[in-house]
């Protein structure tokens, strides 16, 4: 054989190779894809409801890093500006599920609304309230006005109760709608307002603004039922599992932040639109860290905290069980699986 014989063999042979590895990284990449796209079609898709606060940013986590998707949901987190207007939006059968559920789900179950009340995400009063430079005492705030998102919401029944702890009676002080937490901030510099409450990160800006602090709610050690998630009856009763995948993805968003406080910094100011890193720093601190539990049971204890605070306007507040209004079972399922103390090892 020829040396040019010799050398056409092994330029065919080298030409045969390549041609073999480029066909298996086809194989392997229409594989991969071919997985990818069976996942994709395997994921549930569903719409949940939250709202433009830093008491939410664990949804908002979840999400990010994926961990709804690794449980088999694609969610569609849907904002709204007040927990009022997410319960509507739940009982109009637009969004099944919600992370926002607090005072406005008691009473909404009061009501008879058919829905479920699963975790206890707040299970205290952590809102702040805020009052203009000139009021030195709680007693000034009579005859003012003080801002809220909406009538039956977080923010009113905490202000309302706030506001008894100082002292002060429903009829001291004029409480009006005005919608979310930059709405109300912009309200108090207006002067349309003179008191409001807020949470993490408005706090910060509230300080920085120069409006004064009163009480930090949430340092009292109550147990309330601040904000959760709820789901409505049918979903839960039809979807069980697909609920249980949420909840899961949602505890794994909770473990994420609370093991990574950089990133979940970083994400927290993405989902807040922040400029200034104490803002994120703070909500981080006093949402992720202090409020939201391992293991957000809801409690019998949290829920009476909200039925004695609206009994004087729903009566049936007085005779009703608070443990009849909640329901655990979706998260003692995930618990009793050993998922959540597996997230922390």
Same mark, same amino acid.
């Given at each position: 054989?020829?040396?040019?014989?010799?050398?056409?063999?092994?330029?065919?042979?080298?030409?045969?190779?390549?041609?073999?590895?480029?066909?298996?990284?086809?194989?392997?990449?229409?594989?991969?894809?071919?997985?990818?796209?069976?996942?994709?079609?395997?994921?549930?898709?569903?719409?949940?409801?939250?709202?433009?606060?830093?008491?939410?940013?664990?949804?908002?986590?979840?999400?990010?890093?994926?961990?709804?998707?690794?449980?088999?949901?694609?969610? &569609?987190?849907?904002?709204?500006?007040?927990?009022?207007?997410?319960?509507?939006?739940?009982?109009?059968? &637009?969004?099944?599920?919600?992370?926002?559920?607090?005072?406005?789900?008691?009473?909404?179950?009061?009501?008879?609304?058919?829905?479920?009340?699963?975790?206890?995400?707040?299970?205290?009063?952590?809102?702040?309230?805020?009052?203009?430079? &000139?009021?030195?005492?709680?007693?000034?705030?009579?005859?003012?006005?003080?801002?809220?998102?909406?009538?039956?919401?977080?923010?009113?029944?905490?202000?309302?109760?706030?506001?008894?702890?100082?002292?002060?009676?429903?009829?001291?002080?004029?409480?009006?709608?005005?919608?979310?937490?930059?709405?109300?901030?912009?309200?108090?510099?207006?002067?349309?307002?003179?008191?409001?409450?807020?949470?993490?990160?408005?706090?910060?800006?509230? @300080?920085?603004?120069?409006?004064?602090?009163?009480?930090?709610?949430?340092?009292?050690?109550?147990?309330?039922?601040?904000?959760?998630?709820?789901?409505?009856?049918?979903?839960?009763?039809?979807?069980?599992?697909?609920?249980?995948?949420?909840?899961?993805?949602?505890?794994?968003?909770?473990?994420?932040?609370?093991?990574? @406080?950089?990133?979940?910094?970083?994400?927290?100011?993405?989902?807040?639109?922040?400029?200034?890193?104490?803002?994120?720093?703070?909500?981080?601190?006093?949402?992720?860290?202090?409020?939201?539990?391992? @293991?957000?049971?809801?409690?019998?204890?949290?829920?009476?905290?909200?039925?004695?605070?609206?009994?004087?306007?729903?009566?049936?507040?007085?005779?009703?069980?608070?443990? &009849?209004?909640?329901?655990?079972?979706?998260?003692?399922?995930?618990?009793?699986?050993?998922?959540?103390?597996?997230?922390?090892?």
């Amino acid at each position: 054989m020829t040396n040019r014989s010799c050398l056409h063999l092994t330029e065919t042979g080298r030409l045969t190779a390549k041609m073999n590895r480029t066909v298996m990284g086809l194989l392997v990449l229409a594989g991969l894809l071919s997985v990818r796209l069976a996942a994709a079609a395997e994921l549930t898709k569903v719409r949940v409801a939250s709202l433009l606060s830093g008491e939410f940013s664990q949804a908002y986590i979840a999400q990010k890093k994926g961990f709804f998707e690794k449980h088999g949901v694609s969610v &569609d987190l849907v904002y709204f500006q007040g927990g009022a207007q997410v319960i509507q939006a739940m009982l109009g059968g &637009d969004v099944p599920l919600t992370v926002t559920a607090g005072p406005e789900g008691v009473v909404a179950k009061l009501q008879g609304a058919d829905i479920a009340l699963l975790t206890a995400n707040n299970p205290t009063m952590h809102f702040s309230l805020f009052v203009s430079p &000139d009021i030195k005492k709680p007693e000034e705030l009579r005859g003012k006005r003080a801002g809220v998102s909406r009538f039956g919401s977080a923010s009113d029944f905490s202000i309302r109760y706030i506001f008894k702890s100082l002292g002060l009676s429903e009829s001291d002080v004029t409480i009006v709608q005005i919608g979310d937490n930059p709405s109300r901030m912009a309200a108090l510099k207006s002067n349309a307002i003179q008191a409001s409450v807020f949470t993490a990160p408005n706090t910060v800006r509230a @300080k920085k603004s120069g409006f004064r602090s009163i009480v930090d709610a949430y340092k009292l050690g109550l147990k309330f039922h601040g904000s959760g998630i709820a789901v409505a009856g049918p979903f839960l009763r039809e979807r069980r599992p697909v609920v249980e995948q949420f909840v899961k993805g949602f505890l794994e968003g909770v473990a994420f932040a609370k093991q990574n @406080k950089e990133e979940s910094i970083r994400l927290i100011t993405e989902f807040m639109k922040l400029k200034d890193r104490d803002e994120a720093e703070d909500t981080y601190q006093v949402i992720i860290q202090e409020i939201q539990p391992r @293991k957000p049971y809801p409690s019998k204890e949290g829920v009476e905290t909200v039925l004695r605070n609206i009994e004087s306007t729903i009566p049936k507040a007085k005779t009703v069980k608070a443990e &009849d209004l909640i329901d655990d079972s979706v998260l003692r399922r995930i618990d009793q699986s050993g998922f959540i103390d597996s997230l922390y090892r």
